[in-house]
């Protein structure tokens, strides 16, 4: 893997570890109160200071990397999902079918999901449960065109064309030799997917829109410093740092995986090709 | 050449930039969401527009004193009111001031319920101009609190030109200072000096109320010259009222405004629908340790109901100091603090709800914090879908009316079928609200109301927390400014000693 594909994966697993055993690391509990130490300046005691009850920046910051790192994460999955299924069934199968599901993409893509996400968290409250429902509600068009567009290149290749010739059944063309195609630059595209999401959560928890008040959370530990940036600065600075990092990472890990993948070589089994062909060649097949 | 000339280029744009605003015909106040009402309330733009006035204003204990009357007589029953008009008011589109006009907008208000916020005409029998300055109006009842009721803020008197057939106002035309010209969504709400204000010509040509959401970015704008004044709701965060008072060109004052923000307990719902569980809550409450950790200097721990300067209704009736002795009532699950998205940018209540959140924390209760847009909050409230909420009440009329309405009277607010919401419900209440605004002398009046209150500090449906002290910014060299108990600028007083240069 290219240099910047393991600084990126070296960053994001710092941030995965954190996320994981964060609670271990963290000096403070992220919720605990001190109120002799309102709005402490970084020192030795509170590295990154402290907000305006006295908890201690860092350790919400950490416990905070779990709740907007694991969301994403979940968000991001459930959009793969949703994306794989309804991508390829439209791009394999093609016809009506993908007609029709194509058009409701447009239509999700088309609607302005941040306004949307504002009407939508603002009316019916937000929390985990709500921000995930409403990610993944206008987040998996997207990835599904694109799956879509890459399956319905790849269905008409000629080994996809030579598996259908000698029988293979359209299930097992599909997500054994078709999917598997895609599947890196599905990767890539997760990856820079997930950023979309961090910020996503972020932002709208920043408005006040997102998880609840209480939840650290990046986002939310940035709304509370809003009354406090031109005078306490730190609390501002420290979490978008935290944001800028992860996000910085992620980013140099998609490129140096793109770097990394041959899309070619993925989409073209040398070896598979040739048994392939060769199967072909003996059905009598001229297809392959 | 050609690389100085970009260099130049460049710093002029940034010094274009930084630069201050020097118009000096025009006060640019930076306020927090537009005052345009729409024509569906019934004055359309708000009072802090100094677009129309009232019969009546409150002054800072609120008590009632002239604006467009200059005085005015009840008869001994309480039943009929003379108001006597000023003679040298002219509205903005030329018609004067008469008693025919300010007859027509009271019936207005008769025929159209659903614009008269407070019920003030629900029970006129008769309004008519017995001359040219003054007007007679009957009640079916006593309304002994009248001149309160007539200077309210939805207590507007407009030109008969700017009222629809359907009683709706097509244009705020008024006798304020300024004229209304025209309202950007999200951007302003402009209004322009009026020649012939009986007050004198105001100083400045033209206000432009610049809408700037977050507060520290109207902070910004202030330090940056964009804006003159920062005067609205939430006004400047005291958390940089220090940085604001260092500043050589800023002036940071403040006052103790008519707002005092209460803890709504939903009477409906366990465990708060037990009186007990609101007691032990309120007992516990340590307003006084919330005001030094949290507030800092927005606020006073509230002892009573009202703020102290309404020494009528001030009885000490809560203590600023906790009970260590109290324990909270045991809840099955968290219980839920609602706020309102707006409130908890406008007045800190996610700081406020934090704070709560954490106490009652440690003390055995948890509280989770959801919040919801304001419409969708006022809806969750209304159907009872919270344990405990903040809400903010200022005292319009001078009076408790508005307070025991909005969170104890049983049927609620009579207009716009919004009902009481706390969910609180007592037959002992109601009676004496119907006799209290009803009464037939102010003395009787205060007595019911402060029997409610005395009940309500039992009972406790809803206690107050504490009491807004509001900080306000503005340019060194304005002069004239002073906000209201209702966080009105008085336009006209304004001026600049010294402009800047």
């Given amino acids: 893997m290219p240099r910047i594909g393991i600084a990126g994966s070296l960053i994001t697993a710092l941030f995965l570890l954190l996320a994981l055993a964060g609670d271990r690391v963290a000096p403070y509990p992220p919720a605990a109160a001190h109120y002799d130490r309102v709005l402490a300046e970084p020192s030795s005691q509170h590295w990154m200071g402290t907000d305006h009850l006295g908890r201690d920046l860092f350790s919400r910051l950490i416990a905070g990397t779990r709740t907007t790192l694991g969301l994403a994460l979940a968000v991001a999955a459930a959009n793969a999902a949703l994306a794989l299924v309804i991508g390829s069934l439209c791009g394999f199968l093609g016809g009506r079918l993908d007609a029709i599901v194509m058009r409701i993409v447009d239509a999700t893509l088309a609607l302005p999901g941040f306004l949307l996400a504002i009407c939508f968290l603002g009316l019916f409250g937000g929390g985990i449960f709500h921000l995930f429902l409403f990610l993944v509600l206008t987040g998996w068009a997207q990835l599904a065109r694109i799956i879509r567009n890459e399956i319905s290149i790849v269905r008409h290749l000629d080994y996809i064309t030579a598996n259908a010739s000698v029988g293979y059944s359209t299930g097992r063309n599909l997500f054994r030799h078709a999917l598997p195609a895609v599947l890196p630059s599905l990767l890539i595209l997760l990856l820079n997917t997930l950023v979309g999401d961090v910020f996503a959560i972020v932002s709208l928890s920043f408005l006040g829109l997102g998880l609840s008040p209480q939840t650290p959370e990046w986002g939310i530990v940035l709304f509370d410093a809003r009354s406090f940036f031109l005078t306490n600065p730190w609390l501002f600075v420290f979490p978008a740092l935290f944001i800028a990092v992860f996000t910085f990472g992620l980013h140099l890990l998609a490129d140096g995986l793109r770097e990394w993948l041959d899309a070619k070589k993925w989409l073209f089994p040398a070896e598979e090709v040739q048994l392939l062909t060769a199967t072909a060649s003996a059905s009598g097949s001229d297809t392959a | ?501």
């Avoid at chain 2, 300010?102 to 029998?125: G, Q």
């Avoid at chain 2, 045991?330 to 998205?341: D, K, N, T």
């Fill in chain 2, 1 to 501: 050449m050609k690389m100085c000339a970009g260099i130049l280029s460049v710093a002029l744009l940034l010094s274009a930039c930084s630069s201050s605003r020097h118009n000096r015909d025009t006060l640019v106040i930076g306020i927090s969401g537009s005052l345009n009402l729409g024509t569906n309330n019934p004055v359309v733009i708000q009072r802090n527009a100094n677009v129309w006035e009232t019969l009546t204003e409150l002054d800072d204990s609120l008590t009632p004193r002239p604006q467009l009357a200059e005085s005015w007589q009840v008869s001994p029953d309480g039943r009929q009111w003379t108001f006597h008009l000023r003679k040298d008011v002219q509205f903005q589109d030329g018609t004067p001031l008469s008693a025919a006009l300010v007859v027509d907008n009271i019936r207005r208000l008769k025929a159209h319920p659903e614009l008269d916020y407070y019920s003030t005409f629900a029970h006129l029998a008769s309004a008519t101009a017995r001359d040219e300055s003054s007007v007679e109006l009957r009640f079916e009842r006593p309304l002994v609190d009248l001149p309160g009721k007539v200077g309210h803020y939805f207590a507007g008197i407009f030109s008969p030109s700017a009222i629809g057939p359907d009683g709706k106002l097509r244009a705020p035309v008024g006798s304020g200072p300024y004229e209304f010209v025209e309202s950007r969504i999200g951007q302003y709400d402009r209004v322009k000096a009026f020649e012939r204000f009986h007050g004198g010509r105001p100083f400045f040509r033209e206000v432009e109320f610049r809408i700037i959401p977050d507060p520290a970015v109207r902070v910004m704008s202030l330090l940056r010259g964009d804006i003159d004044v920062i005067a609205h709701h939430g006004g400047v965060p005291v958390s940089y009222v220090p940085m604001l008072k260092a500043k050589p060109e800023i002036v940071v004052a403040s006052q103790d405004v008519a707002i005092t923000h209460y803890l709504l307990f939903n009477c409906k719902r366990r465990p708060f629908a037990e009186r007990d569980c609101r007691d032990k809550f309120d007992r516990m409450l340590d307003r006084n340790g919330m005001a030094s950790t949290i507030l800092r200097g927005s606020g006073t721990a509230a002892h009573d109901f009202m703020i102290s300067s309404a020494v009528r209704w001030d009885r000490s009736r809560f203590s600023p100091s906790p009970d260590t002795q109290a324990r909270p009532c045991e809840a099955s699950q968290p219980v839920v603090l609602l706020l309102s998205q707006s409130d908890m940018s406008s007045w800190g209540y996610r700081y406020v709800a934090d704070y709560l959140a954490d106490y009652f924390g440690r003390a055995g209760l948890p509280i989770r914090i959801e919040s919801l847009e304001a419409g969708a909050w006022q809806k969750a409230v209304q159907q009872g879908q919270f344990d405990l909420t903040l809400y903010p009440l200022s005292m319009p009329t001078g009076t408790p009316e508005l307070l025991i309405r909005r969170l104890a009277f049983s049927k609620g607010m009579r207009v716009r079928g919004i009902g009481n919401s706390t969910g609180y419900s007592s037959p002992e209440v109601d009676s004496l609200f119907d006799e209290a605004v009803g009464a037939p002398n102010l003395a009787a009046q205060e007595a019911r109301f402060n029997a409610i209150l005395d009940l309500l500090a039992r009972e406790k449906p809803f206690v107050p927390l504490y009491h807004e002290r509001y900080y306000y910014a503005y340019r060194r060299g304005l002069t004239g400014i002073r906000v209201d108990p209702f966080l009105k600028l008085d336009l006209a007083a304004i001026r600049w000693e010294r402009p800047p240069r």
